[in-house]
């Protein structure tokens, strides 16, 4: 059974930078799809970003458009959400997911317990 661990997050100044992180065990994470979410106190979960198991990625247009980049190591069982010029509004609970469908599949079937990031001065 995959299980899922963010980390990385935590209190970062506007215009930082922050690498999130998402380990996987039990199962080999290559075999996924992985996508990077947040939600907001009060606001619906919104989607950042997705890669394939081999590699292909989408950093999807919105709001961390021009931003937020995800990548993977597959050695490491690893895939992260690299996060520049962070904005106050970026303040959410990041989560990753992973699915062995295609980066489309919704609602995807595994999911960590997130990893809290606050941007604030």
């Known amino acids: 059974q995959l299980q899922l661990v963010e980390s990385g997050g935590g209190l970062v100044q506007p215009g930082g930078s922050l690498r999130l992180s998402c380990v996987g065990s039990?199962?080999?994470?290559?075999?996924?799809?992985i996508g990077w979410f947040r939600q907001a106190p009060g606001k619906e979960r919104e989607g950042l970003a997705c890669i394939s198991g081999g590699g292909n990625a989408i950093n999807y247009a919105g709001p961390g458009e021009g931003r937020f980049t995800i990548s993977r190591d597959n050695a490491k069982n690893t895939a992260y959400l690299e996060m520049n010029y962070l904005k106050p509004e970026d303040t959410a609970v990041y989560y990753c997911?992973?699915?062995?469908?295609?980066?489309?599949?919704?609602?995807?079937?595994?999911w960590g317990q997130g990893t809290q990031v606050t941007v604030s001065s």
């Open positions: 997911a992973a699915d062995p469908d295609m980066c489309a599949v919704n609602p995807r079937t595994y």
């Open positions: 039990g199962d080999t994470l290559g075999y996924y799809t």
